[in-house]
């Protein structure tokens, strides 16, 4: 049985710094992409990162420079390192598995086939 859980959020003040956590199980971690998406109150669910699984990147706009993405394959655990932090980063953040072991990094919710419960950021200003 696939689980992904995630963990790390909280609250911080703008320009401040959360490492979130996503750990898997249930199946062969390294084989499959993943992806952070987030979804603020009123707002659509948006991908913010995401991870081959051979360990290439991808960024939305508005986290690039500020957001990493990264992966520990001995732990199962998939790492969205965010500095930086600004008010309009608050949402609840999840992580995703991709559907297939056949995967390119991926922005479109529809490419997953697993989901986290999630992990709420606050960030105040």
């Known amino acids: 049985q696939v689980q992904l859980v995630e963990s790390g959020g909280g609250s911080v003040q703008a320009g401040g710094s959360l490492r979130l956590s996503c750990g898997a199980s249930?199946?062969?971690?390294?084989?499959?992409?993943m992806s952070w998406f987030r979804q603020a109150p009123g707002k659509e669910r948006e991908g913010v990162a995401a991870i081959s699984k051979y360990g290439g990147s991808s960024y939305a706009d508005s986290v690039k420079g500020r957001f990493t993405v990264f992966k520990d394959n001995a732990k199962n655990t998939l790492y969205l390192q965010m500095n930086s932090l600004k008010p309009e980063d608050t949402a609840m953040y999840y992580c995703?598995?991709?559907?297939?072991?056949?995967?390119?990094?991926?922005?479109?919710?529809?490419?997953?086939?697993?989901w986290g419960q999630g992990t709420q950021v606050t960030v105040s200003s």
């Open positions: 995703a598995r991709s559907a297939f072991v056949d995967c390119v990094p991926s922005f479109r919710p529809e490419d997953f086939g697993y």
């Open positions: 249930g199946y062969t971690y390294s084989r499959y992409c």
